[in-house]
């Protein structure tokens, strides 16, 4: 390719969900003429799904790796068999479990539905939480609690979710803890708020939610009428790479295009102006460019002279989200009536006591008793997740924690599913060392996060979950996206979002 056939308004690098929501916005409503490229063979990066998989070992674990630094830390038998028996080839699986937040009324949905698109997506009906031995819908819980822990829960979250976002903004850089704890001496309505962030945001430790992060998205998902306690959480039609492709559909449309297998190599930048970007085959010139890669390697890639000193030096506190998931298939739902999530507060040998840097929460749903599409009609197919920290200290590559997790995943179901065995089909546990680019704790996140306009080079935006936004994950990486579109356009592409998720 010559540097003459490329005429584009915007070059984004990365096919994750931040990359592809800007790209369908600005192709559909602005009429850009928008080109994506993209390192790996597959879009979605982070949204990556095996599907009716029969394909070869390596291919799968290099897969687990590139998109979310992965790897295989069990299965229920060798999994080079379990890979020959094509194992896998009747389920749709993800790299780990995510859950849709919102569910249909979500950030993703809203924008799919501005770009004129149906993301069709099943909303979880409840959430249980583990206690007294035995499972209790959350919004019940609190029938155990005193006449003095409900009066407080409720003066709690009134002010909560009466807080406009920039009163809450004021909370970021505060541990939720501390701020539950000047506004309450009620342990039960501390925990519950900190088991509902811990499962938000993916951490055991409290010390590490913002309250700022978390007063937002409590109140976000209470104008989106949805609730924790009897829903808020979701699955898209068919897995998760369904969603990177209707927005990639979007592009590709619109006069965009998607190239994949095309690792950018550097940024074509001239006098702190960007003008394309180089890869392979060549130089490939743009209006502008939208980075999409997670922020560490966004900062190697681009180079360090190009990004503010202050900014630099808050980056080596930057840490992704780490964690325990994986996927357990049984000859049948374990309930099969209940569409709905589980938490339950501490695994078995997991303690903070333990040596973990809090009190490990494991959560799992069945996703086969919502999307019959993901597993043979009758059988449960679940994600679980338990949280680890990456970083200060490195969990995720503690072999005696891991262990312990595992082990107190299956203690726990073979103690309150005495039929486990006789129902399990196969299961994989997998280490994720990036679920989240940059963990929501205090100090890095919303303004502090990177600019989705670059400050020093013009021409230069970000995009996706690390940039400023509030919110994580998937949500998070959508409302990068529109401010990134906003930032690109100069107009205020928040409009497209309800108020409460702008
Ligand atoms: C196992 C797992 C479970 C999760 N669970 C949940 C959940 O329950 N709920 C939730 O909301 N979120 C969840 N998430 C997080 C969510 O998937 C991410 O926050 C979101 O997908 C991030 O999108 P992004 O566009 O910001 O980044 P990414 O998906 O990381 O996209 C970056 C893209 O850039 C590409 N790239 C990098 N370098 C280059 C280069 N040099 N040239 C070209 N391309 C390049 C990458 O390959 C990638 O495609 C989970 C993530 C994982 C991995």
């Given at each position: 390719m010559n540097s003459s056939d490329n005429n584009y308004d915007a070059i984004i690098i990365g096919a994750g969900l931040g990359g592809l929501i800007t790209g369908a916005i600005l192709a559909k409503l602005e009429g850009m003429k928008v080109l994506v490229l993209e390192k790996e063979e597959t879009i979605g990066g982070k949204l990556f799904t095996f599907e009716h998989y029969e394909g070869d070992e390596k291919t799968f674990l290099k897969k687990l790796y590139t998109h979310s630094r992965s790897r295989l830390v069990d299965s229920s038998s060798d999994f080079s068999e379990m890979i020959e028996n094509k194992t896998f080839s009747k389920y749709i699986i993800e790299g780990g479990w995510h859950s849709f937040i919102?569910?249909?009324?979500s950030r993703q949905s809203f924008i799919a539905q501005a770009l004129g698109e149906n993301l069709k997506v099943f909303g979880n009906e409840g959430f249980r939480l583990y206690g007294e031995d035995k499972w209790e819908e959350l919004r019940y819980l609190q029938r155990n609690w005193t006449k003095e822990d409900f009066q407080e829960g409720k003066v709690v979250s009134r002010e909560m979710n009466l807080m406009s976002k920039e009163e809450a903004e004021e909370y970021d850089n505060i541990d939720l803890e501390s701020f539950l704890r000047s506004r309450t001496t009620s342990q039960n309505v501390i925990n519950f708020h900190l088991w509902l962030a811990g499962w938000e945001v993916g951490t055991?430790?409290?010390?590490?939610?913002s309250a700022g992060e978390h007063i937002k998205v409590i109140s976000m998902v209470h104008c989106a009428g949805k609730d924790f306690t009897n829903g808020g959480g979701g699955q898209p039609l068919g897995g998760h790479l369904e969603v990177a492709r209707l927005f990639a559909k979007v592009i590709e449309e619109n006069g965009g295009t998607i190239r994949v297998s095309?690792?950018?190599?550097?940024l074509v930048i001239e006098n702190y102006q960007a003008k394309g970007v180089k890869t392979a085959d060549g130089i490939i010139k743009a209006s502008k460019v939208i980075c999409n890669v997670p922020m560490w390697r966004a900062i190697n890639l681009i180079g360090k002279e190009y990004f503010p000193d202050e900014f630099l030096k808050r980056s080596e506190d930057m840490e992704p989200c780490g964690g325990i998931l994986g996927w357990i298939s049984t000859k049948r739902p374990l309930d099969p009536d209940y569409r709905g999530l589980y938490i339950l507060p501490v695994l078995p040998g997991c303690k903070k006591s333990d040596g973990f840097t809090g009190d490990v929460l494991f959560s799992f749903e069945d996703v086969a008793t919502y999307?019959?599409?993901?597993?043979?009609?009758?059988e449960g197919l679940m994600p679980i997740w338990a949280a680890m920290d990456i970083k200060n200290p490195d969990e995720i590559h503690n072999k005696e924690l891991i262990d312990k997790i595992v082990k107190g995943v299956f203690t726990f179901m073979r103690k309150e599913y005495p039929d486990f065995d006789e129902l399990l089909n196969w299961y994989i546990v997998t280490a994720c060392e990036e679920l989240y680019s940059i963990a929501s704790k205090p100090g890095m996140v919303g303004n502090l996060r990177m600019p989705t306009k670059s400050p020093l080079v013009k021409n230069l935006f970000f995009t996706g979950d690390g940039t400023q936004q509030w919110s994580f994950g998937q949500s998070g990486a959508a409302g990068g996206a529109v401010n990134c579109a906003s930032a690109v356009t100069g107009k205020d592409c928040s409009v497209i979002l309800p108020f409460f998720m702008r």
């Open positions: 919102n569910s249909d009324r055991n430790n409290p010390k590490n939610i095309t690792p950018v190599e550097e999307d019959k599409s993901r597993a043979p009609e009758g």
